[in-house]
């Protein structure tokens, strides 16, 4: 190389020097622009200012709710009535899919207008917004974010038109913040999954027209064995139980599902299967907004009645608002509003900006539903005994509220999520697992399903009588339920008020009192308050339990656990009663009771039951006694070979070394290899 050439050399060697660095300083440059331009939506510079167009359209939603939901809110509230035609008219709007882009039905607006509709909803009627933030956020995100594009336009396309509404069902009775413990199963057979279970606490249901349905489709590996699906009302073996009689936001439904071999088509799986759980999670996510904007909405509300109170009411001379103690009140009402308005438009921001949100939402669900709660105890306190008084907005603001802080998940599960994000998920040897058993602790749960109604009822009445239960003997149908022997009681399966005739005809056979499950009870008035069973009411601790058309909610069981035998009747094979019977008969109780009653019918009058002799509780049958002890490394199960693992295909009585090569542990699915042996027992019996 000559010296020009070294030159040129250089010379080029500068150039390219000064363009990387001119490319780095770009590069810096449109990263602090990008990040400003997150900053700015529709047109001005934000910081969690809305733009005019957002405000442009809190102003029609808010004209649309003061003129055809605050007029009716008394109403619906006092009736527990659904705003149909409001909703309607909502849809015709164009307001309930404003989230999506139009060619899925939707106005092709941004996050933070869906929150600011919800917000201006719940304003007048904390119950109106949620219906709409269900729809959106848990009913339409879904299929939107996973769907295939045949879904879209399938299920898309009318629920952001508003022509359908769609709804979440995730929660169960043994999953509720422990959404991983779903026992709802879907069994592929063919082009379709045989969807069996229920889902309990279903906002929109039964008026929704399309769920988004979590179920099993691996058992025992955990979450990563929930799948997603998109279920139709209407389909045969879908039906709604009871539609709640909640505390607030009374004008939207909520209600159970119970699925009874529901044919899923193959091509309404959302996402691949195993990807449930994960959909559950980040449709959660946004549905946070949505609940943290119902709450804002309502906190607003209600901080805006105290406000026009304060001024307009008289005391000591001069309108409270200028007495400093109400002022101060209304001075801290107004920044909690404000800093929770902060923290809803923030996490739509990023949502809208395709940024991590899940923090946020969090943040804003559990802060601004806490704080919302001060604001309407504030809101009720200031106007004194006029807010107690039903028909005061102040008064059906105060019980909406409170649902804010635990639907969607608990305020603690916001507080879970946020530490996770802070300090990260918690190790897995740190975590206690324990397999999850029936409410009512171990039970036979021996089904009699084979033969005729009346050979199932022999199978019944042989088993009892084989464990000491004398039918010769009874007390009075009105012992209280805390000194009974025996109770029958009776569920809502029992149907009219006729049938409890045979009620009260099984009672006398069987020797037993009368009780009844709760909605029997307050609901139907059946029977007298007194003598429903269950957490709320009388606990039953005496020997025999015949359940009669009760499904068994939660609180029933927990009114029964110490029962020493619980039988139950009823026509669901899918019902919770049966996972915490001891014998069962599915049926329905109109044809089992009438063969029952004459079975335990010895042509005689019963004679005055001895004292009370506990029954010694039934235990499943256990096997060949335990040698070895073996605990999973993953989680610290310890498998019991006296026990198996029955929901594992692993029957009692199979020793560790007999397990399948296949088989994992129910708890946290970790191989089988992966356990240790930690010592030895002569017998475990
Ligand atoms: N997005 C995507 N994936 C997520 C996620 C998210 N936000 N959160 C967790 N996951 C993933 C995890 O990464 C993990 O995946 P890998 O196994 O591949 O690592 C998997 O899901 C399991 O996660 P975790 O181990 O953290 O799950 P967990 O069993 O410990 O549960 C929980 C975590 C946060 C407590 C969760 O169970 C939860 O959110 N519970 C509350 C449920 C809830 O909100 N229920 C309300 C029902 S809906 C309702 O109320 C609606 C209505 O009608 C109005």
């Not at 195993?274 to 549905?287: E, P, R």
């Not at 022997?485 to 399966?493: C, P």
């Not at 039934?618 to 029955?646: H, M, R, W």
């Amino acid at each position: 190389m000559d010296i020009i050439e070294e030159d040129e050399y250089l010379f080029t060697f500068h150039v390219l020097v000064f363009m990387d660095r001119v490319v780095k300083m770009e590069r810096f440059v449109k990263s602090i622009f990008a990040d400003f331009g997150r900053q700015q939506k529709g047109g001005g510079l934000r910081m969690f200012r809305t733009s005019e167009k957002h405000e442009e359209l809190r102003a029609k939603v808010r004209a649309f709710a003061e003129e055809e939901v605050k007029p009716i809110a008394f109403m619906l509230d006092q009736n527990n009535e659904f705003p149909h035609e409001a909703i309607k008219k909502f849809g015709e709007m164009g307001f309930m899919g404003l989230p999506f882009p139009e060619k899925y039905g939707g106005a092709g607006l941004d996050v933070m207008n869906y929150a600011i509709a919800v917000e201006e909803l719940a304003r007048v009627d904390g119950g109106t917004g949620v219906i709409l933030s269900a729809h959106v956020s848990l009913g339409c995100y879904p299929i939107y974010t996973y769907g295939t594009e045949e879904q879209k336009q399938k299920y898309l396309v009318p629920l952001a038109q508003g022509k359908k509404l769609g709804a979440f069902a995730l929660t169960e009775p043994e999953a509720g913040s422990d959404a991983g413990g779903t026992q709802t199963t879907a069994v592929l057979q063919g082009d379709h999954y045989l969807l069996n279970g229920g889902k309990i606490f279903i906002t929109n249901a039964p008026f929704a027209d399309v769920y988004i349905v979590f179920a099993v489709t691996t058992p025992d590996i955990g979450t990563k064995g929930i799948s997603a699906f998109i279920v139709e009302k209407g389909w045969d073996g879908f039906e709604f139980g009871d539609h709640y009689d909640k505390m607030g936001i009374r004008s939207s439904s909520t209600a159970e599902l119970i699925f009874n071999d529901v044919k899923v088509p193959k091509e309404n799986l959302l996402g691949r299967e195993g990807d449930g759980f994960k959909i559950a999670m980040s449709t959660l996510d946004g549905g946070r907004i949505g609940i943290a904007a119902q709450a804002l909405g309502i906190a607003q509300g209600a901080y805006e009645h105290a406000l026009d109170y304060a001024k307009e009411r008289v005391q000591f001379g001069k309108p409270i608002a200028f007495q400093q103690v109400i002022s101060f009140k209304l001075a801290d009402m107004y920044t909690k509003l404000r800093t929770s308005r902060f923290l809803v438009y923030s996490a739509a921001d990023l949502k809208d900006s395709d940024l991590p949100y899940g923090l946020e939402s969090a943040m804003a669900k559990q802060y601004v539903s806490d704080m919302g709660l001060e604001v309407v105890n504030e809101a009720l306190q200031i106007f004194g005994g006029s807010g107690y008084l039903k028909g005061m907005e102040v008064e059906r603001a105060y019980r909406d509220m409170k649902i804010t802080t635990i639907y969607e998940g608990t305020n603690e599960i916001q507080k879970m999520v946020v530490a996770s994000h802070i300090i990260g998920k918690m190790p897995k040897e740190y975590a206690v697992a324990k397999k999850r058993g029936p409410v009512t602790g171990t039970r036979k749960k021996l089904i009699f399903k084979d033969g005729s109604a009346k050979e199932r009822v022999e199978q019944l009445v042989g088993s009892l009588k084989n464990d000491g239960y004398d039918f010769t003997v009874g007390i009075p149908a009105d012992t209280p339920i805390y000194d009974a022997e025996r109770v029958v009681s009776a569920g809502k399966g029992i149907g009219p008020v006729e049938n409890m005739k045979l009620i009260e005809d099984l009672a006398y056979q069987a020797g037993a009192a009368i009780g009844s499950s709760r909605p029997v009870a307050e609901n139907l008035k059946y029977v007298p308050l007194n003598r429903y069973v269950g957490m709320s009411g009388q606990k039953f601790k005496g020997n025999l339990y015949i359940a009669c058309g009760i499904s068994g909610a939660g609180q029933h069981l927990k009114g029964i656990k110490d029962a020493a035998t619980i039988v139950a009747i009823n026509k669901n094979a899918n019902a919770p009663i049966f996972k915490n019977c001891d014998y069962g008969i599915v049926g329905d109780v109109n044809e089992i009771l009438p063969i029952l009653i004459k079975a335990l019918d010895n042509g005689e009058a019963k004679k005055p039951a001895p004292p009370m002799k506990r029954v010694k509780r039934a235990q499943p049958f256990k096997l060949a006694p335990t040698e070895s002890i073996y605990v999973c490394n993953g989680c610290g199960y310890e498998y019991d070979p006296a026990i198996g693992d029955e929901e594992g295909g692993v029957a009692p009585g199979t020793k560790y070394d007999k397990l399948p090569e296949e088989w994992i542990c129910p708890v946290c699915g970790e191989e089988k290899q992966k356990f240790t042996l930690v010592g030895f027992v002569e017998s475990r019996q």
